[in-house]
């Protein structure tokens, strides 16, 4: 699978300041919400990034498993959504050389709709 062609219009990023802390988060400026499913939707990859220290889970909905699976990712189908969850990076307490989840950063969204896009 290979995200750099990904070309995904209506990019949203939400900065939240703890994971759990709103039920319900106003819409971008271009419109887009929050899907309120996303905590529930499939780890597609992950990434690290040693510039900013945090590491990210990418995640996908059914359409964007079922795209990836089946070899349909250029371009990726219209309904495919994606969320990359960052967490700054920690030690983890009992094992130092070990690189865990620290606090929650943020959380951004990608929506495949070239309809409203």
């Given at each position: 699978?290979?995200?750099?062609k ?32 996303y905590k ?11 510039d ?9 909905n059914?359409v964007?498993i ?5 070899g ?29 989840p ?9 929506i ?5 896009y």
């Amino acid at each position: 699978m290979r995200f750099p062609k990904l070309m995904l219009a209506g990019g949203l990023a939400f900065a939240i300041a703890a994971a759990g802390a709103a039920d319900r988060v106003a819409p971008a400026p271009n419109g887009i919400e929050m899907p309120a499913d996303y905590k529930d939707w499939r780890v597609i990859g992950i990434s690290d990034r040693s510039d900013n220290h945090t590491m990210r889970a990418i995640l996908g909905n059914d359409v964007a498993i079922a795209a990836a699976r089946g070899g349909r990712t250029n371009p990726w189908p219209d309904g495919t959504r994606f969320a990359k969850v960052a967490w700054k990076e920690a030690k983890h307490p009992n094992w130092p050389t070990a690189t865990v989840p620290g606090d929650f950063v943020q959380v951004e969204f990608m929506i495949k709709d070239a309809k409203k896009y």
